[in-house]
């Protein structure tokens, strides 16, 4: 386990992403990103851009090769950029009017995207390399969080209370999602999450929930601090959710078997992202100016 001192002692992140090697780790929050080494804590890179803190923390992420980072800008439009971290990359922006909420898949290669026009929504699957676009997923209405699951065939999204989960990848756009979830009393949705292979969902609010696809059953895990924050994150090849419900610690839970199976408190203060490696061994979780890094058993 290593702990890592942020340059900026105040900096929060909301969001964490590990490149699809594992090297480096992406640390965004509202006024800025820090790009560190993954085993020393180097700070590689830092992108400041203030901007107001959001409702719903968007997403960060790698390109596939890990020679650029995927975020966002609040006072750019579109809001979505790719940060070159080699010369070689060209800097690119996601097209036009899209990009209010977006996810980045976990090898890197495609970045989910938002389109919102005329009362609609249509989740958008874009190269950051090539600027290639592919229509997925639509409906009525916006969403202002969305995730992707491990094996890129299913998509999430959220707006408000209410969940909607589609299949992806299929031969034509669909608008009627695989499945439905609203949470209670019509708390809204800050934070989101799919299983490796979409088989589940949670998300958060002032509770952490997780809902079966399958069936549609929702559970109720913990209460949960009301605040912006990336705080749940799958395994990306078990149905392990690891989540900090706003507390100083992260909680490993099997949702398949609805328990708990570890808990890793640090006393580094409140905890507001988590995310796991591309290849499940190692975790990292974010507080005030701090973030740790731990490897999970396999």
Request: net charge positive; glycine share 12%; proline share 7%.
């Amino acid at each position: 386990m290593r702990v890592f001192d942020l340059p900026e002692p105040d900096f929060r992140p909301l969001a964490l992403a590990f490149s699809p090697d594992g090297r480096a780790l992406a640390a965004w929050g509202s006024d800025g990103m820090y790009v560190l080494d993954a085993l020393s804590g180097t700070v590689l890179e830092w992108l400041g851009a203030p901007g107001p803190v959001p409702h719903e923390a968007p997403g960060v992420g790698f390109t596939a090769d890990g020679r650029a980072v995927v975020a966002f800008r609040h006072a750019l439009r579109p809001p979505v950029q790719v940060y070159p971290l080699d010369p070689g990359v060209t800097a690119r922006a996601c097209p036009k009017d899209h990009g209010a909420a977006f996810e980045v898949g976990r090898s890197g290669a495609f970045v989910y995207l938002t389109h919102d026009s005329a009362g609609l929504f249509q989740i958008v699957r874009w190269n950051p390399l090539t600027g290639e676009t592919e229509r997925g997923a639509w409906g009525r209405g916006d969403l202002r969080v969305l995730a992707v699951s491990a094996d890129e065939r299913w998509v999430a999204g959220a707006r408000g209370s209410n969940v909607r989960v589609w299949g992806a990848g299929g031969p034509k756009p669909v608008a009627r999602a695989a499945r439905q979830f609203k949470t209670a009393n019509g708390a809204a949705v800050r934070a989101l999450a799919l299983a490796c292979d979409g088989a589940f969902a949670a998300f958060r609010g002032p509770a952490v929930w997780f809902g079966a696809v399958g069936d549609g059953k929702v559970w109720t895990i913990a209460g949960a601090a009301d605040h912006p924050g990336r705080d749940l994150a799958f395994h990306p090849a078990r149905p392990v959710l690891a989540y900090t419900a706003g507390q100083p610690e992260v909680i490993f839970y099997d949702v398949a078997a609805r328990a708990t199976l570890k808990r890793f408190a640090w006393g580094v203060g409140q905890l507001r992202a988590v995310c796991f490696s591309a290849d499940g061994l190692r975790c990292a979780a974010a507080a005030r100016g701090k973030i740790v890094v731990w490897d999970v058993d396999p």
